[in-house]
């Protein structure tokens, strides 16, 4: 049982550049999120998944963009990339939406962009 | 916006010092957790409290829900390096479908 696996674990894009972060869980959970994490500034919600099928915007949404794939992944896209998205990213996963059960981390992908 | 204040942002303590992080949120909470990420980790889940002077204790750990379900306290006895890291609280969204975390305070300990 692996929980919440990320990839890559570290990137480094130049401006301009786009690339997607991917994220599994094998806990059967519906709900899905990605965060960003930055010194000073705690976790701060990008997009989330309350269920297959469905996406929606977080706290700092801009820039990105997500695809629920299958209950399983849930993936986050920099279309092209910028200093500012530097940053750490972690997914989590949790078994509901509705009184936001317990959730779990990934190990994160550490992302600098020059 | 909905917000939750966490303080201090840093401690350092001696070892066996106690320690407390506090946090505060602009709304009344259903529920709030507790995550604990070491460094170079990812966040943990610590525990959820949901009552009201709600009181849990995990060995030399304290947790209190306030009485009003508005700030919330974790408390460490005899600190020791184990217990280095970053300590979030966090809280509903107002639509009950994500978790709004706390800035987190960060603890350091020295032996």
């Known amino acids: 049982n692996a929980g919440v696996t990320q990839t890559p674990k570290f990137q480094v894009l130049k401006t301009g550049q786009s690339m997607t972060l991917q994220c599994a869980q094998d806990m059967n959970h519906n709900s899905m999120y990605w965060y960003r994490q930055d010194p000073g500034m705690g976790l701060r919600l990008i997009y989330y998944?309350?269920?297959?099928?469905?996406?929606d915007k977080g706290e700092v949404p801009n820039g990105y963009n997500v695809s629920r794939l299958n209950k399983r992944e849930f993936s986050l896209r920099l279309e092209s990339a910028a200093p500012s998205q530097t940053s750490v990213y972690f997914c989590a996963s949790s078994g509901l939406a509705v009184n936001t059960d317990t959730q779990y981390f990934g190990p994160g992908t550490r992302l600098t962009v020059l | 916006g909905q917000q939750v204040m966490q303080i201090p942002q840093y401690q350092h303590v001696q070892e066996g010092e106690d320690f407390t992080t506090y946090c505060n949120s602009s709304?009344?909470?259903?529920?709030i957790q507790w995550y604990k990420q070491r460094p170079g980790g990812h966040p943990v889940f610590l525990i959820q409290l949901v009552k009201s002077g709600e009181v849990k204790k995990q060995k030399r750990l304290t947790f209190q829900f306030g009485e009003a379900k508005k700030n919330s306290s974790l408390h460490i006895t005899a600190t020791q390096t184990t217990d280095v890291g970053t300590y979030f609280c966090a809280e509903d969204n107002q639509a009950g479908t994500a978790l709004i975390f706390g800035k987190g305070t960060t603890l350091s300990v020295s032996s």
């Open positions: 709304t009344t909470l259903s529920n």
């Open positions: 998944s309350a269920s297959e099928g469905t996406t």
